[in-house]
């Protein structure tokens, strides 16, 4: 199909054949910078406009030209580079004739050099005076106008090279990601933890619950899974003698979008030979001051509609204890089975033919009266063993197992257990996931017979934690979509 151009598209088309002809290349070559803008301002942040006077600092900076006034024999413009943006002053008495025409045929969204003088203008504004312009790159497709850019949010994360060239949020964000992982590494480094990597494809479904995504592998035609957890592998590797490993990769489920869940996502898990849930509990919340103070250099954040405080000790509390605070229902009492889907009849709470036992039901009266309360960080302990196939019991109460969940603004953001480490316990929870996939679980796990293999060779104690990173990377940086902080989220087909 013929591709149809604006007039601004042509016009473009035309000024980068004109560059060819005069020997240059549209599309640029290598260029040597030697400054970055921030840099540049906070260097020189204290220094007057007299006091430039005296000085000859120059400087070499490249970027895309996001702002032009063209006046006749000398101009203004203003270039972006990955740390933010300068202006440029050039006139026609410092760079010659041919260099100024050169300049007059650009256009905002074009990649230029430029190596000057740096100045300060009487208003105060740092400024690099030109005495030398390279054109890089000609831009064939005129920028969005600056004061709407993307309007179409699809459009932003369907083209975000574009969000990012004109949106200074969404940079910001992809910067402090990467500043927050980064951050997460030195702490598990410096906790004594070694990075591994696992297999994406499996031929089991096993660590967690959810629906997968299937591949097929050619040359042993065979069905696979993408990943759905990191856990079993890992755990495996305890067994192995490692000890404490962590891994931060690319997880796959197989459901639906909102504003916190993307069919591909990352975590990280972590586990720590000779722990438990309360050494999983202090590394958590010491994990989440480091990244406020390390990156951010503060304790509040505003996520949600809510001032989320990080300064004092997270709060703990079970399950039931907070569902009972919240209804008056006590699941700490032994039930009967027919009172029980009575209660949920009463809160019009429904049931799926798998779900109709008491861990289920306990945790859909979770879901619907405690969940979105629970702003402030909590670690909310105690679950069912229904919805937790992998996780040492409860020794006071086997109905319950050593799991808590991090919740921050009425979100999950991070789950740990005391693990499992019986062969014998670990092969009927599998049996038992088995017989909830007959009743029509989709998302129940597989029996992994090399696991519990694995662990009758002997797996230490041990704790074991999983953090969701788009969701910590969207309460750090306070916005309140996942698409927000994923590059390139997955989106519908264009119709």
Not at 240 to 260: H, K, P, Q
Request: glycine letters at 6%; aromatic letters at 10%; one cysteine or more.
């Amino acid at each position: 199909m013929e591709r149809q151009f604006t007039e601004q598209e042509l016009i473009r088309r035309e000024k980068a054949e004109k560059l060819r002809e005069a020997g240059l290349d549209p599309f640029g070559d290598r260029y040597d910078r030697d400054s970055f803008a921030a840099d540049l301002k906070e260097k020189y942040a204290t220094i007057s406009h007299e006091e430039f006077e005296n000085m000859t600092d120059t400087a070499t900076v490249a970027g895309r030209i996001m702002f032009i006034r063209k006046m006749g024999k000398a101009s203004f413009f203003s270039i972006n580079d990955k740390t933010g943006s300068i202006q440029i002053y050039i006139s026609i008495n410092d760079i010659g004739e041919e260099a100024y025409t050169l300049f007059k045929s650009a256009d905002i969204g074009d990649i230029v050099g430029i190596y000057g003088k740096v100045m300060k203008t009487k208003t105060g504004e740092l400024t690099i005076k030109c005495l030398k312009y390279t054109p890089l790159v000609k831009a064939l497709k005129p920028l969005p106008e600056k004061f709407h850019g993307l309007t179409d949010v699809e459009e932003r994360y369907r083209r975000r090279y574009v969000d990012l060239i004109m949106n200074d949020e969404s940079k910001k964000t992809a910067i402090y990601r990467s500043k927050i992982i980064s951050c997460m590494r030195r702490f598990m480094d410096g906790r004594g933890f070694l990075e591994v990597e696992t297999p994406v494809l499996s031929t089991l479904l096993t660590g967690a619950s959810a629906r997968p995504f299937v591949t097929h592998h050619n040359a042993q035609d065979l069905d696979m899974y993408l990943r759905i957890a990191l856990e079993l592998p890992l755990k495996r590797l305890l067994v192995g003698g490692l000890e404490a490993v962590y891994e931060i990769g690319r997880l796959f489920r197989n459901e639906g979008m909102d504003t916190t869940h993307n069919p591909e996502f990352t975590s990280m898990e972590a586990y720590l030979a000779y722990s438990n849930l309360d050494g999983m509990m202090e590394m958590t919340e010491a994990l989440y001051k480091t990244i406020a103070h390390e990156v951010f250099n503060k304790e509040v954040f505003n996520w949600r509609g809510n001032n989320i405080d990080l300064g004092p000790s997270f709060r703990r509390v079970t399950m039931v204890d907070a569902i009972k605070e919240q209804t008056g229902i006590d699941f700490s009492k032994e039930w009967e089975l027919e009172d029980l889907l009575k209660l949920c009849k009463e809160h019009n709470i429904e049931l799926e033919e798998h779900e109709k036992v008491f861990g289920h039901i306990v945790n859909k009266f979770f879901e619907k009266y405690v969940e979105e309360t629970l702003i402030q960080p909590t670690f909310l302990c105690g679950h069912p063993i229904e919805i937790s196939p992998l996780t040492k019991k409860d020794p006071k109460d086997p109905r319950f197992v050593q799991r808590f969940e991090l919740f921050v603004g009425g979100k999950e953001m991070a789950n740990a257990y005391t693990e499992l480490n019986d062969p014998v316990d670990q092969l009927e929870r599998f049996e038992n996931q088995l017989k909830e996939q007959e009743l029509g679980n989709e998302e129940a796990n597989d029996i992994d017979m090399d696991f519990v293999e694995a662990l009758e060779y002997g797996m230490p104690p041990a704790g074991g934690i999983g953090y969701g990173i788009d969701r910590t990377v969207m309460f750090f940086t306070e916005n309140e979509s996942i698409r927000d902080v994923i590059l390139f989220p997955t989106m519908k087909e264009r119709k």
